[in-house]
């Protein structure tokens, strides 16, 4: 499997360029100064905004034509998808087999979540085997009867987006209503601390992954050091994840950072209590009730399981898995305060 340079690739497709992680990752790729990306979006619809960018080309057709998407993805080094939750599923494979028959070196799919190559966290969150299929659909589907990989598939994994959580409320803090869940789990309350990432830090990570040389005599243009551990080829990724995250915080954490962002103390909020288990079951309720919203319960109340979705543990291990962070240079891109008195600002104003 090799991508049409011999030093980095350069051409990259991206499908949901215009959401909320599409036109993040969109941002980053076009600032990032070398190399510079030449970047394919995919879309079903005319985006007349992106066509003024002369290393932007749009191609426009339906999700459900094969031929055009085998068309659309022919010569491309890497394929970006980040769809809505509520198409994924349906849409991914279309566009994997399509990426696939084109020989797409590298396919990072829709992941951007929490890490689901941990067995524990799909038995939590069972909706989440969906992203498993995509992986296992790149690995048959990239490997030649030979036994030669011609595709494979990248995870980006940087837990629940901080920023677009804290804004949605879903980290059970009301900004706008000074109202505040607090979840009490098994022993010391509330002190399970869970990783979290921005939507900007997702962006920054796709940029810099794909930057990293393709030859193992290649530098590292994210960092500095030559600290062998520093120095990786995008080839040593393949159909493995990539791990980040911005903060680590327990959910008082996350509601001690808004308390400086308003300036307020408990007495300016109405804080109730609900046991960790009893708000993960009621999610499971819902949907087996029929409520899909029911899914946002699981998803953040296993942020504050150990050993689920606190934290990174590949293929099911019990350890923690390090940080990609130094490898990509993205330590302290982001200050938590900052990011939080953002996101207060944008709640408060309605926007």
Known sequence: M????????????LVG??????SEILSALLAHPSPQYQITVITRSDSPGLTSNPRINVKTGSYNDHAFLVSALTGQDVLVITLGFSICD??????IRAACEAKVPYILPCEFGSDTSNPRLISAIPVHSSKVDARKLVEELGTSIDGTRTSAWIGIINNAWFDWSLAGGWFGIDIKSRKVTLLD????????????STIHMSGLTVARLLALPLAVTGKNPNVTSNDPK???????????MVYVANFQLSQVGMFQAVQRATHTTDADWDISH????????????????????????LVYGNLFVNGVADAYYPNGSLEEVELDNALLGLGGCEDLDEVTSRVVKKVTAGG
């Open 2 to 13: 090799s991508a049409t340079h011999n030093d980095h690739i350069s051409k990259v497709a």
């Open 17 to 22: 360029a215009t959401g909320t992680l599409g």
């Open 90 to 95: 349906q849409v991914q494979p279309l566009i």
């Open 185 to 196: 789990g098994d022993g010391d309350s509330n002190g399970i601390k869970t990783y979290t």
């Open 230 to 240: 520093l120095q990786r080829t995008l080839a040593s990724f393949a159909n493995k």
């Open 274 to 297: 609900v046991p960790l288990i009893q708000y993960i079951r009621d999610g499971s309720t819902r949907l087996e009730q029929g409520d899909i919203t029911g899914i946002m319960n």
